[in-house]
């Protein structure tokens, strides 16, 4: 290979690879509409993208799997969370942490700004990337099918899609909350009463920290009647 | 041994990216211990793991630039035959840029951040740094221009700085699309990392090799054009590798796979390349140290950034491992390999030369090189155990991001350990540089 041998290769490689390149950014925004929703940004969504940045969540959260490592990713986040759930951790993290083996700094969020930063996580969960990250697929199908027909779920499904941000079952969901073989076996409620919890807290339980979940009737009594058979199940085994 | 006086202009630029070397070590330290222990509400909610990242990254980013640019300033009169066009500029460059650092590490702690990792400078920094890379890749450019002398290596350079200055500004704006946002930041880092900076390195370590080994012009610059040719054909399409799963069309798959896959090419060919030079030197070895040097950025930079990149390239792997310890893993691996031992080569060749010595005592700096190396290999593979134990239990099992954050802690509090041992070895090669000695030739024999 002689030098200008050599120059040529640099030159024709840099050129092929960059006008590729170059090509395929024009096709990526031609084709972002479609991948990235990009109908569904409007100015709560880009106003929300703001707090994120503002805050500096990124650097502790991944989303779309860039980002720090050192806390959940947030991608699907809304999916895996809801909206009042979202808001409870980012403006109560001292209080819903409280027992937990890593924390999240208290930021002084306002309550606008957290309804912002839901719009932009409900927006990113909508966008069209293959499915990832695979752990909280199971949240998005399980969002989507409750807002079918929730019947048509498997009983565990509907139950940590819907609870497993904050509560645990059988090595699944994350125990900040409690764990439902714990929670059956501590309750006192009717299945009544723990449809209405579910749905609002405060109204049977005055000063719980405990969220209410935008989930519809049907599907809070079919998580009431999955807590209540877990109590029955260790009352026979006794 | 200085031959031209401007050369001097790049010592404050090494000796002070020494001292941010050994800040970011610490800064690591303490991001390994947010991992390994449960720390209380009332220190997280006052230092952050979020603010705390930010500066061992920045801290990192500075260092380095700061070494190629001083780097730069040291090879390019010599490469030029010619004093540097200004050594002023160079002076006021280096005050805005250590400027800005300073000012946004502070601003870190504020608070104020641009938000996005990596690059959380805040918007207005952004533009004292623009003016900073101006300056310097203006000072390249009319020296080289007004070179008697022309070669390959001088057009490389300033197409590597020039490359490099450009592509930082697709990370300043504001973008309404997250996954726009996403797109245009591995202009940034990947096309840095991968593309720029490689080449940036490949010329200045091109031309220490030629200087050390004293093997012909013509054969170092052959393999120059190869191997930067090789990387930025490969380097730009494996952009795509980071497009998978942010909402960009299918086809990236392929061709961020395939390209990807390519990568390591280029730096097998470094390998190779550096290792013939070795053989065939025409100069003595006077300090084996800078050899090590030479050699070990060759094969840290084959293992860290090639073969570690390789394993999880491929989407059907990147699947469970992107965003993960995994990805740190490979980042300490092949920052350390590529960039680290790259600019503490550049400081071996420089450093001996600033205080007129021709033969060093290297025994500290044998120590501090293979402490360094050997831990930080160590310190990889415990990151690639937390990362697969992660993968494996958040997303086979799927048994939740508890579960497995509690069970890689036990291994931050080994790479804990692993990063203690890795400072010692950088404070004893800082220490070392700083205080290089004189043997005497004939008693060394």
């Known amino acids: 290979m002689t030098g200008k041998a050599a120059r040529n290769i640099f030159i024709g490689g840099t050129l092929v690879s960059a006008l590729i390149f170059l090509w395929m950014t024009y096709d990526f925004h031609?084709?972002?509409?479609?991948?990235?929703?990009?109908?569904?940004?409007?100015?709560?969504?880009?106003?929300?993208?703001?707090?994120?940045?503002?805050?500096?969540?990124?650097?502790?959260?991944?989303?779309?799997?860039?980002?720090?490592?050192?806390?959940?990713?947030?991608?699907?986040?809304?999916?895996?969370?809801?909206?009042?759930?979202?808001?409870?951790?980012?403006?109560?993290?001292?209080?819903?942490?409280?027992?937990?083996?890593?924390?999240?700094?208290?930021?002084?969020?306002?309550?606008?700004?957290?309804?912002?930063?839901?719009?932009?996580?409900?927006?990113?969960?909508?966008?069209?990337?293959?499915?990832?990250?695979?752990?909280?697929?199971?949240?998005?199908?399980?969002?989507?099918?409750?807002?079918?027909?929730?019947?048509?779920?498997?009983?565990?499904?509907?139950?940590?899609?819907?609870?497993?941000?904050?509560?645990?079952?059988?090595?699944?969901g994350r125990n900040i909350a409690g764990d439902f073989s714990a929670i059956a076996a501590r309750i006192t409620y009717d299945k009544e009463t723990l449809a209405k919890f579910i749905l609002d807290p405060q109204s049977v339980h005055p000063g719980i920290g405990m969220p209410p979940q935008q989930v519809s009737r049907e599907t809070a009594e079919l998580i009431a009647d999955f807590i209540l058979s877990l109590k029955v199940g260790k009352e026979v085994r006794k | 041994m200085i031959r031209y006086e401007s050369q001097r202009v790049a010592y404050p630029y090494m000796a002070l990216s020494l001292i941010l070397f050994c800040l970011q070590v610490v800064m690591g330290l303490w991001l390994a211990i947010n991992y390994g222990f449960t720390l209380s509400q009332g220190l997280v909610d006052t230092f952050s793991f979020a603010t705390a990242r930010p500066i061992?990254?920045?801290?990192?980013?500075?260092?380095?630039?700061?070494?190629?640019?001083?780097?730069?300033?040291?090879?390019?009169?010599?490469?030029?035959?010619?004093?540097?066009?200004?050594?002023?500029?160079?002076?006021?460059?280096?005050?805005?840029?250590?400027?800005?650092?300073?000012?946004?590490?502070?601003?870190?702690?504020?608070?104020?951040?641009?938000?996005?990792?990596l690059l959380e400078i805040p918007v207005p920094l952004d533009f004292v740094i623009v003016v900073a890379a101006l300056l310097f890749v203006a000072n390249v450019a009319i020296t080289i221009i007004k070179a008697k002398v022309r070669s390959a290596l001088q057009?490389?350079?300033?197409?590597?700085?020039?490359?490099?200055?450009?592509?930082?500004?697709f990370g300043i704006p504001f973008y309404r699309d997250l996954n726009a946002d996403y797109y245009y930041w591995w202009w940034v880092i990947h096309l840095w990392v991968e593309g720029a900076w490689e080449v940036v390195t490949a010329s200045i370590v091109a031309f220490i090799i030629m200087e050390v080994t004293g093997v012909e012009r013509k054969v170092v610059e052959k393999w120059l054009y190869a191997e930067t040719g090789l990387f930025l054909f490969t380097g730009i399409i494996g952009t795509g590798h980071h497009y998978y799963w942010l909402g960009a069309p299918d086809y990236w798959l392929w061709w961020g796979g395939i390209f990807s896959a390519l990568e390591p090419l280029p730096i097998a060919l470094m390998v190779i390349d550096t290792w013939m030079h070795v053989r065939e030197r025409k100069n003595p070895i006077i300090n084996p140290l800078i050899w090590t040097y030479i050699v070990g950025l060759a094969i840290y930079h084959f293992v860290g950034a090639g073969v570690w990149g390789f394993i999880h390239t491929l989407p059907q792997i990147n699947y469970y491992t992107h965003g993960s310890q995994v990805t740190v893993s490979h980042g300490h691996m092949a920052f350390f390999g590529a960039y680290v031992l790259l600019n503490l080569t550049i400081y071996y060749f420089a450093f001996p030369r600033f205080r007129n010595i021709r033969k060093y005592n290297d025994r500290l700096g044998k120590w501090g090189f293979w402490t360094m190396s050997i831990s930080m290999f160590f310190l990889s593979l415990v990151f690639g155990v937390a990362?697969?134990?992660?993968?494996?239990?958040?997303?086979?099992?799927?048994?939740?991001?508890?579960?497995?954050?509690?069970?890689?802690?036990?291994?931050?509090?080994?790479?804990?350990?692993?990063?203690?041992?890795?400072?010692?070895?950088?404070?004893?090669?800082?220490?070392?540089?700083?205080?290089?000695?004189?043997?005497?030739?004939?008693?060394?024999?």
Request: hydrophobic share 45%; charged share 20%; aromatic share 14%.
């Open chain 1, 30 to 172: 031609r084709q972002e509409p479609r991948l990235a929703k990009t109908e569904m940004i409007d100015e709560h969504v880009v106003a929300g993208k703001k707090v994120w940045h503002k805050y500096n969540c990124n650097d502790c959260h991944t989303i779309l799997g860039f980002g720090g490592y050192y806390a959940p990713d947030m991608t699907k986040a809304y999916f895996r969370l809801g909206e009042s759930n979202i808001a409870s951790i980012v403006m109560h993290p001292e209080t819903v942490y409280r027992n937990s083996f890593r924390k999240m700094p208290h930021l002084g969020v306002s309550e606008t700004e957290v309804k912002d930063l839901t719009a932009f996580l409900r927006w990113v969960g909508n966008i069209e990337n293959r499915k990832w990250p695979p752990q909280d697929e199971k949240y998005v199908k399980a969002f989507r099918l409750r807002e079918v027909s929730a019947q048509k779920l498997e009983k565990v499904d509907i139950v940590m899609g819907a609870c497993g941000g904050c509560h645990s079952f059988e090595n699944q």
């Open chain 2, 387 to 445: 990362g697969i134990l992660q993968t494996y239990l958040e997303r086979l099992l799927d048994i939740g991001y508890s579960t497995a954050h509690l069970n890689m802690m036990f291994w931050f509090r080994i790479a804990l350990g692993i990063g203690i041992v890795f400072l010692g070895g950088v404070v004893i090669t800082v220490w070392h540089l700083f205080t290089l000695k004189p043997v005497e030739e004939g008693a060394a024999e």
């Open chain 2, 56 to 117: 061992h990254t920045n801290l990192l980013v500075a260092w380095l630039l700061l070494g190629f640019m001083g780097g730069a300033y040291f090879i390019l009169p010599l490469e030029c035959e010619r004093e540097l066009y200004s050594t002023k500029i160079a002076w006021i460059q280096f005050g805005l840029f250590v400027g800005a650092a300073v000012v946004a590490v502070i601003g870190f702690l504020f608070g104020w951040t641009q938000g996005k990792p």
């Open chain 2, 155 to 169: 057009w490389m350079l300033l197409g590597g700085v020039t490359f490099l200055a450009v592509l930082y500004l």
